[in-house]
């Protein structure tokens, strides 16, 4: 249950209120995000203390229980949250009028190729370069990334290029490190149930990229957003890789219904990932053009100059001539909609 508090009361009675609810052997936690005072209340039988509760001159509104989602949903913040990165001519803006692409290998392999594919990115017109260090994979047998190692190679990307940089976190004990480096945190399908580092992050400013479970429904996608809102971290970008379906012949099914319906449901940006979601190469661009004319904030695209070669999910990475193909299609399809990539 949340109990949101009068905008104008004071730290003391803030405090008094919590004590008041412990008392009763319910657990609180405070929590302030836009512009609102919450106390989160769990414990046996809340329903009793809901009732009670209402009737307090220094409450505003019950949320009960039932909906999970309070901070992430339209109800709280009915506008869309609008999340900025960068500086100057760098700046990018996701939930906007914009839609940025992010582009880059799968993982990190060397200097040499990363350098060399973040060069073609940002030359074809591309903010954010994606490079992962840390893999977590569904076999311990295939690549893992080559780890704290490349994060000076990530550095001497941002140097070199003035692209803004996108890296995976896996563990609460590995955020401080990779938030040096890394621009926007992304958190794959694989971790977003790991409530410890959504906890973690949600302690951060850092932008962080959220990835649906493969077999996660959405409202358990807003909920793992809202461990990162709660704990007092705005800036949170949904991303749809696609989810688990009986079909073979794509990786996992972009979920296309998914971006109208977070955004009927919640003000959060929402990205879409083609690469993940077909796992081939030939789907990307078709996916991506859907996912633009269903309203995503953005798209993150998986680019190899060799994807022969590539260490991991080489069936997915478009070229860098696709990569010119896919923008030059998607900005007449973005135009289409009153939006610009
Ligand atoms: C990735 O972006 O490299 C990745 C592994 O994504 P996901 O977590 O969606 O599988
Ligand atoms: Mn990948």
Redesign the pocket.
């Known amino acids: 249950m949340i109990i949101v508090l009068k905008t104008d009361l004071t730290e003391e009675k803030l405090h008094r209120v919590a004590e008041r609810i412990e008392s009763e052997g319910f657990y609180t936690r405070s929590i302030s995000q836009y512009g609102k005072l919450l106390l989160s209340v769990d414990g046996p039988n809340t329903e009793r203390l809901l009732k009670e509760v209402t009737k307090w001159q220094d409450v505003e509104e019950v949320i009960d229980g039932h909906f999970p989602y309070y901070l992430a949903s339209r109800k709280c913040h009915k506008s869309n949250s609008v999340i900025r990165i960068g500086k100057g001519d760098n700046q990018v803006t996701f939930g906007d009028k914009e839609i940025p692409v992010i582009a880059g290998p799968?993982a990190i392999e060397t200097a040499e190729t990363a350098l060399a594919i973040a060069e073609i990115v940002k030359a074809a017109g591309v903010k954010i370069f994606?490079g992962?260090l840390f893999?977590?994979r569904s076999s311990p047998y295939s690549f893992q990334g080559i780890g704290k190692d490349g994060l000076e190679i990530l550095d001497e990307i941002k140097k070199q290029t003035g692209l803004l940089v996108v890296t995976?976190v896996r563990e609460a004990c590995e955020a401080d490190m990779v938030a040096e480096y890394a621009d926007i945190f992304?958190i794959?399908?694989?971790n977003m149930s790991n409530f410890q580092l959504l906890k973690y992050v949600g302690q951060m400013n850092k932008p962080v990229i959220l990835?649906r479970g493969m077999g996660s429904n959405i409202v358990e996608l807003l909920c793992a957003a809202e461990y990162i809102l709660s704990y007092g971290n705005p800036n949170v970008i949904l991303c749809e890789?696609g989810i688990r379906t009986f079909e073979q012949f794509t990786r996992f099914g972009l979920d296309i219904a998914a971006i109208p319906s977070v955004k009927e449901l919640s003000h959060l940006p929402i990205i879409i990932?083609p690469s993940?979601a077909s796992g081939k190469s030939s789907l990307v661009s078709s996916l991506t053009m859907a996912g633009i004319a269903a309203g995503a904030d953005g798209v993150?695209l998986e680019v190899h100059d060799n994807p022969e070669k590539a260490f991991s999910?080489g069936t997915e990475s478009i070229t860098p001539s696709q990569l010119k193909d896919l923008i030059k299609s998607g900005k007449k399809v973005a135009s289409a909609i009153g939006r610009e990539l």
């Open positions: 799968c994606r992962m893999k977590p995976e992304q794959g399908t694989r990835k890789r990932d993940h993150i999910d």
